[in-house]
């Protein structure tokens, strides 16, 4: 991957009802990833997506910031902040812990 490469997905499970849109902003290998993260199907908004890993304690902290979600509020509820949260936390504290310790 590289700045300016885009990417598309849709959510897990095969219904491909949210088509994702991604544009990568900022690589540092081993440090952070910045993209964008809309739904061109929905809205021409964007929001940003930072996930950083950090050295603490002999481990790697996973920092995950979305920013700018508030331009979806007017989408529904599917796009709130709350389920925002709850789906980063499945996602981080669930899918991506099953996939490390594999």
Do not use: C
Not at 15 to 40: D, G, R
Not at 48 to 74: A, R
Not at 89 to 96: A, E
């Amino acid at each position: 991957m590289e700045t300016g490469k885009e990417f598309n997905f849709y959510e897990p499970g095969g219904e491909n009802k949210y088509h994702h849109h991604a544009q990568i902003l900022e690589i540092i290998p081993n440090e952070k990833l910045k993209h964008t993260w809309s739904y061109p199907d929905f809205s021409a908004m964007k929001t940003i997506v930072t996930w950083e890993l950090l050295p603490e304690d002999g481990q790697t902290l996973v920092k995950l910031t979305h920013e700018d979600i508030e331009n979806f509020k007017d989408l529904g509820e599917g796009f709130s902040r709350e389920n925002f949260v709850k789906g980063w936390n499945t996602i981080l504290g669930q899918s991506l812990k099953e996939y490390l310790e594999k």
